[in-house]
């Protein structure tokens, strides 16, 4: 699917953690992620991070090998499976448990409510066991919209579910031009003028570029509240108002009538 065609909306909410680059990441924008970013590694551990009771969890069994002391740490069982909750997460409800790190009401009577505040109240304990419990409580799981375009495999991602796409993804490409990033601004998916290389220069020109971020940005989509409404051109495409020094309102207008 084309640039053009994407759906902007899509929301990345990661479900996986990788123990080998200490990322979280979703299936959708790292297929593949063993095989893409651990070539050769067969031991790369990439374990599965679910939302039980509002909460980021990872499953007990998933963190034996890492030997990090879990006592004192709530944990919720579904179905017989054992789940320890990764980070503060405010609660619903009334429930007068409290964590003794962060205060967060808890479901059951325990000292911590997550891997996070018991790494933060609890001092001591192997370094490298830490650190690996560190990495994993500080990766934010939330859910993002996506923010990159990869020309090459022609997909929207989310840029911190895979680092290093072009590398590890289709190595032997060119990085230039081939990973594009998405910005918004109310409503508007606008792109740097200077990601678009595979368009023709004399082309891209003539569209009006809307300053973002210390970006000279083109739209991909706009939104008519931020059309000039001050005397100016037409947009060849759709004949909304845009600026005099201009022939197009945004990128698919220009593709449109140039390329179509
Ligand atoms: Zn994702
Ligand atoms: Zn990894
Ligand atoms: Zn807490
Ligand atoms: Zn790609
Ligand atoms: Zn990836
Ligand atoms: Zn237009």
Known sequence: MSLMEQDFSQI??????????SQGFCLDCCTGHEAFHHPGNEQARIVQVRVVRHVHCIQEEDLKGIRYDLRGIQKFNVEGVKYIPIKRNILPGTMPLTCKRCGDRMYVGKDYCGLLCRLQHVPGGNVQSRAIVSALAH???????VDRFCTVCQRLFYSS????HIASHHPGQTEVGSVLRILRRDGMILIPLSDLV?????DLTQIETIAFNGYNTVAVKRTANHLNDEAGNLCIGCFNIIGESFSYCSLPCMVHFVYD
């Open 12 to 21: 990345c909410a990661r479900t996986r953690y990788c123990f080998t680059c």
């Open 139 to 145: 990766t934010p799981f939330h859910r993002q919209a």
């Open 161 to 164: 579910c895979c680092a290093d």
């Open 198 to 202: 595979e368009f023709d220069e004399a």
